[in-house]
């Protein structure tokens, strides 16, 4: 359940208008924020204190620190992986979860972007956009990952919109995240490799599949 209603906080006279807002628009604001950004507003007052984590969008994209990026703008990978994981882990085990948007992330015991992809699922998520940006090599994202066979808790999947960018998929991904997202209304790769058996050939242009 989402915090309660900003009503009864809302400064005398106006004051404090943004906490005044219904906490629909509140979360709605929440979630066009970096992840890292909407979790700092837990400072800002009490009213705010656990608002971030009711948010039904989150945006955990961040640049990798991998080979050579300046240390100071990010995070290395094992810090991001345990950010991330903390950040699951407080946020309302039933608030909805409508968006993921995410920067591939190195395998890591606390997470990586096939587990936490497989996370939004399971919470309803309607659209998932993962890029393999600032990697030298495309990653491979597990298609299994899209289709967790108990999403939502109610045995289908929710995701309409899939957003894939720099990654290598295969014959099998592509049938399995077409037959078994049965819900899926757009798929859309860009700058992806498609792996074969007897070949590999790449798509530089924008590629969308309408179902």
């Given at each position: ?139 491979t994202p597990e298609y299994t990952s899209f ?23 295969d014959d099998t991904t592509l049938r399995q ?35």
């Amino acid at each position: 359940m989402p915090p309660e209603g900003a009503a009864a906080h809302g400064a005398p006279g106006g004051g404090d208008r943004l906490s005044g807002l219904p906490d629909r628009v509140l979360l709605r604001v929440l979630s066009h924020l970096k992840a890292w950004e909407a979790v700092r507003t837990c400072v800002l007052s009490r009213r705010w204190r656990n608002l971030w984590a009711s948010a039904s969008g989150l945006d955990i994209r961040q640049p990798c620190g991998c080979h050579g990026a300046a240390a100071d703008d990010m995070l290395q990978p094992e810090a991001f992986a345990t950010f991330v994981k903390n950040l699951l882990l407080r946020r309302r085990p039933f608030a909805p979860l409508d968006s993921l948007r995410l920067c591939w992330s190195h395998e890591d015991p606390d997470g990586d972007a096939n587990f936490w992809i497989a996370y939004a699922v399971r919470h309803g998520a309607e659209e998932i956009e993962l890029s393999g940006e600032h990697h030298h090599v495309n990653p491979t994202p597990e298609y299994t990952s899209f289709i967790y066979p108990e999403c939502s808790g109610l045995g289908y999947c929710n995701l309409r919109i899939l957003k894939l960018s720099r990654v290598k998929m295969d014959d099998t991904t592509l049938r399995q995240l077409c037959s078994r997202c049965t819900s899926l209304e757009e798929l859309e790769l860009n700058d992806w490799f498609m792996l074969r058996t007897w070949s590999c050939c790449a798509a530089s242009n924008l590629f969308s599949i309408f179902l």
